[in-house]
């Protein structure tokens, strides 16, 4: 189901939605709804990601282990190349 919503928008940004979605062959409605899609998802995305690294920095505070970075790219790149690789080991802080 969908609701109906009244957007005010600038002129010049009207005039600018209307140039692109015509480039794209759609409809502005169409074009700014799959705008708003769009920025949603990412705002989506980027809040999932936060969360994501507030709870690392959660667990490196409780558990206090870390990895060094050059080791884990020394193993990354050893593992894609096909060579033997010594996995890191966690260090605490």
Known sequence: MTSTTTLKLPEELKARIA???QKAGKT???FMIEALAAHTA??????????S???????VAEYGLVYDADEIFSYLRDKVTGK????PRPVKL
């Open 19 to 21: 140039s692109a979605a």
């Open 28 to 30: 502005p409605h169409a």
């Open 42 to 51: 990412l705002a989506e995305r980027r809040m999932e990601f936060l969360a």
């Open 53 to 59: 690294a507030y709870a690392a920095e959660q667990e």
């Open 84 to 87: 033997r690789a010594k996995r």
